[in-house]
């Protein structure tokens, strides 16, 4: 990396943190230092919440499955408007007329303390895990790419954020949220301009999306339904509307985002940003995987990506073998690249059915130039003795490292970084928060004052980041078990928010209820997914609702809420 | 600073956000057949 890449990175990571420490003046009261004093405006909530989402893996990865699927995986967020709206029909109301710092204080004023502490000891448990993937996934990526110390890259992502977040609390995640929204968007606009001019000159742009269309890399429709898919327009619509009702309306990292506006309709246009945001924000992210794809038709990509990878092969028993492979890549790329030429030259001619042959022909090169790729990555999955392997996640990162211009590679690395820095911001002040309000507050020390409540509360945030630091700096040496944990934290979604609908659509549902409901749920979806694990994952959040909501239903019914006390 | 009490009807926002939802989704489908068609 260039000098002014390097001054880039540290100045803009030094000036998030210093902006992050210097609103400690602000922190008087758990109130102000959770919630801003439900203060903020809604533009700049609405920000933070999509920042949270966008974590660093959305930009390494996201861009891979671009390049390789085209915009498929767009259809995860179909659901998404709705969920959002059916939001702030319901709980976002609840939560801010009833006042609470944490989703969970609600369940035991509409049940009981234990449906509130289970509910909230699952949050603490699956976000705790997930700070791991959200920090050692690109750490992984970036010190593979760029040589650096995995330790080191994982600890440059989370030491800052557990600053800047102890010190300055939810004000200084909400404002850096803000400027790493400004900068990702920024970033991604420029990779689209920087992949165009990578393009030959007789290749205009439309010119190359008709190129990516051919190989059905503009669909981003499935109408198949299919349980087995993850990615299908119905999966979207309704595994993915489950999915989003359960992530923005039950997972504290999201509420807390929300609890800090001004209002309950500056809350609900916090979320709405989203709803009217989110889909054509992934369709640009996907666009520069499918513009990466087409930069590398006509420029030479390596057979993998991942260059320890290519060097560990290169080097081990299977050398003669991947060396033949690479020749035969070599040519396949010629070929593909010809046969693009052809069919732009076909598809600025008259003649149609020319044209129709000519993308025919760059359809069977794409398809040899990609079965070569898969002999090579099941090669390395021989040497490595992995049952998956795949180099999606080094693609758009060895492009900023090798093609972006000087001072845009800064900038793409920064975005990277503060992606992961901004969501474990956010995790680790709303794990403060539940441990604090849910735990410290409401069973071991319930008197107490402000300042006795605040200093415990940056100290619980400090302790999240360190258990992050060491369990990320851990789980960047895990390899793929990175997505088992990821994928654990999954099984509680679709059950926590049917514990949430228990609560909002049936009167009758008592604490029992809920309580056993939600075990039944966990169990349920703990079935599929050992049981029958072709069942793509979007479809658990279903199985959790409907089954807590059944049975919480069911159990209520012979366990009714016992009256409260005068 | 306005309170938990402002609440103002936004049926006309839920409207507009599936509207324009519909209309990025057709845009989506649109460009995917128009550019996939050969």
């Not at chain 1, 102890?166 to 200084?172: K, S």
């Not at chain 1, 429709?221 to 489950?242: A, H, I, K, N």
Request: glycine share 8%; net charge neutral.
């Amino acid at each position: 990396m260039h000098l002014i890449d390097w001054t880039i990175v540290v100045a803009y990571i030094s000036w998030l943190v210093w902006d992050g420490v210097k609103r400690t003046k602000l922190e008087r009261t758990t109130e102000s230092y959770f919630l801003a004093n439900r203060s903020l405006p809604w533009w700049a909530v609405g920000l933070s919440v999509m920042a949270t989402q966008l974590s660093a893996i959305t930009l390494v990865g996201t861009t891979g499955q671009g390049y390789s699927d085209g915009m498929r995986f767009i259809q995860f967020y179909y659901g998404l408007p709705l969920a959002m709206i059916i939001l702030s029909l319901t709980l976002v109301p609840f939560f801010y007329r009833a006042r609470v710092y944490t989703a969970y204080e609600y369940l035991e004023r509409r049940f009981d303390p234990k449906t509130r502490a289970l509910t909230s000891l699952l949050f603490l448990f699956s976000r705790g895990l997930s700070c791991s993937v959200i920090v050692a996934a690109p750490a992984v990526v970036l010190s593979v790419i760029l040589g650096w110390n995995v330790t080191l890259t994982a600890l440059a992502i989370c030491v800052p954020a557990v600053v800047y977040t102890m010190l300055g609390g939810v004000q200084a995640v909400t404002w850096t949220d803000v400027k790493v929204m400004g900068l990702t968007i920024f970033v991604l606009f420029a990779a689209v301009v920087v992949l165009g001019q990578g393009l030959p000159p007789n290749v205009g742009m439309i010119d190359a999306l008709h190129i990516a269309g051919t190989t059905g890399r503009l669909s981003a429709f499935d109408f198949r339904f299919t349980l087995e898919e993850t990615y299908t327009f119905w999966s979207g619509m309704l595994g993915g509307l489950f999915l989003m009702l359960s992530y923005f309306g039950c997972d504290q990292s999201q509420v807390q985002r929300y609890l800090t506006a001004r209002s309950v309709d500056e809350a609900r246009s916090s979320l709405l940003m989203s709803a009217y945001w989110k889909i054509p924000l992934q369709a640009l992210v996907l666009i520069v995987g499918v513009f990466s794809f087409l930069f590398y038709t006509f420029n030479q990509p390596p057979l993998l990506f991942n260059p320890v990878d290519d060097a560990r092969v290169r080097g081990g028993q299977q050398a003669t073998q991947y060396a033949a492979l690479e020749k035969e890549f070599d040519s396949a790329f010629e070929a593909r690249r010809r046969a693009a030429d052809a069919f732009v030259a076909a598809h600025h001619g008259d003649d149609a059915a020319a044209e129709r042959q000519a993308a025919e022909a760059f359809r069977r090169r794409e398809a040899e130039a990609k079965a070569v790729r898969s002999r090579a990555l099941a090669l390395v999955k021989q040497v490595k003795g992995e049952t998956s392997y795949t180099d999606v996640n080094y693609i758009f990162p060895t492009f900023i490292t090798t093609a972006m211009p000087i001072g845009l590679v800064g900038l793409w690395i920064v975005a990277i970084i503060t992606a992961a820095t901004d969501s474990i911001a956010a995790e680790l002040n709303s794990l403060a928060t539940a441990t604090v309000i849910d735990f410290y507050k409401r069973h071991y020390r319930p008197v107490a004052s402000e300042e006795h409540y605040l200093r415990v509360s940056k100290v619980a945030t400090g302790l999240w980041g360190v258990f992050a630091c060491w369990i990320a700096v851990y789980a960047s040496t895990l390899g793929s078990l990175i997505e088992v944990v990821n994928r654990f934290g999954s099984f509680f979604y679709g059950s926590i928010l049917g514990v949430f609908a228990l609560a909002i659509l049936s009167r009758r549902a008592s604490g029992t209820g809920a309580f056993v409901g939600l075990i039944a749920g966990m169990g349920a979806v703990a079935a599929v997914a050992f049981g029958r694990p072709e069942i793509s994952f979007l479809w658990h959040n279903v199985v959790g609702a409907a089954v807590v909501f059944v049975v919480g239903s069911i159990v209520s019914a012979f366990v009714p809420q016992p009256p409260k006390e005068a | 600073m306005a309170g938990a009490g402002d609440e103002r009807p936004m049926g006309r926002t839920y409207v507009s956000v599936l509207m324009i939802e519909a209309l990025v989704l057709l845009a989506l489908f649109a460009v995917g057949r128009y550019f996939g068609s050969l």
